[in-house]
Nanobody
Framework: QVQLVESGGGLVQAGGSLRISCAAS????????MGWYRQAPGKQRELVAT???????NYAASVKGRFTISRDNAKNTVYLQMNSLKPEDTAVYYC????????????WGQGTQVTVSS
């Protein structure tokens, strides 16, 4: 089992920056990929960024160049640094952890609200 707890969300003006965190606990050795997803009101949940156990990263086109995903293995924590924020970035941001063994499974945090005002 893996538990994920997000933190760091809040209200920020357009053009500002925010860093959100995801702390993982439990059977973290089984995690292959971690990432951030977001869901705005009335829209489907979408991928924001992922980082693999090997350090490979992937970003949605809408955030590439503005957001950076990173990890601190000692703290079992993944971060999302968000710069040049836009009102369209407003959403609930969810942390995700994926494992392949002993079976394929996804774990989700409860989400943290990020609101960007104009």
């Amino acid at each position: 089992q893996v538990q994920l707890v997000e933190s760091g969300g809040g209200l920020v003006q357009a053009g500002g920056s925010l860093r959100i965190s995801c702390a993982a606990s439990g059977s973290t050795f089984r995690i292959n990929v971690m990432g951030w997803y977001r869901q705005a009101p009335g829209k489907q949940r979408e991928l924001v960024a992922t980082i693999s156990s090997g350090g490979n990263t992937n970003y949605a086109a809408s955030v590439k160049g503005r957001f950076t995903i990173s990890r601190d293995n000692a703290k079992n924590t993944v971060y999302l640094q968000m710069n040049s924020l836009k009102p369209e970035d407003t959403a609930v941001y969810y942390c995700n952890a994926h494992q392949m063994v002993p079976y394929s499974n996804d774990y989700w945090g409860q989400g943290t609200q990020v609101t960007v005002s104009s």
